[in-house]
């Protein structure tokens, strides 16, 4: 567990400015700005300005994280989504390709799209994210993901579990309370 999660941060530091750069060229926009790196817990993302004044957020895939099959399904429920009105930013098509590869880095480009606050106490901002919540739904129930993990109890609590009691980084002495606290999360 240690070496693939050390494997993936040593990857990452081959991702230099220049690196950035080229790869955004390589699909034919030209940056002028320096790159803005944009919060984000699992890939390099960044934002830019290309030479035809319009902003992009670019945005690098960890790694050995993802498979481009993954990656590029995500990306086409996404456009089927953008499709359906739902205020979403889809990928950029470029040379008819949402997701690109260069020097070994999955990458992808993504129009520049500012955010609105939510007010959680709100009422017409609650319903109209439950709205957009069951038309998501609505969409995403025509096809089954074939590549994607599934989000269910299996995968994100039971097996990360079973891993981490098998691991020995993790002391003997928090497994209980660890266990415990997490049974009560599975219930």
Not at 52 to 58: E, M, P
């Amino acid at each position: 567990m240690d070496a693939n999660i050390h494997q993936r941060n040593e990857d990452y530091a081959l991702l230099t400015p220049d690196l950035i750069l080229d790869a955004i060229e390589s699909t034919g926009i030209y940056p002028t700005s320096g790159l803005l790196a944009l919060n984000s817990y699992e890939n390099r993302v960044y934002q830019f300005t290309a030479d035809d004044n319009v902003r992009y957020v670019v945005k690098f895939y960890r790694p050995g994280r993802w498979q481009a099959s993954q990656i590029l399904e995500e990306h086409q429920f996404t456009i089927e989504l953008a499709e359906h009105e739902i205020p979403v930013v889809a990928p950029a098509t470029i040379n008819g390709d949402t997701l690109h590869l260069y020097s070994g880095f999955y990458f992808t480009l993504f129009p520049c799209q500012g955010g609105r606050q939510f007010e959680v106490d709100n009422l017409d901002h609650l319903e109209w994210i439950g709205r957009f919540i069951g038309r998501i739904h609505s969409v995403g129930s025509v096809n089954k993901f074939k590549h994607r993990t599934a989000f269910n109890l299996e995968n994100y609590l039971l097996q990360p579990q079973q891993l981490l009691n098998e691991y020995e980084g993790v002391p003997r002495y928090l497994r209980n309370t660890f266990n415990s606290d997490l049974s009560q999360l599975i219930d």
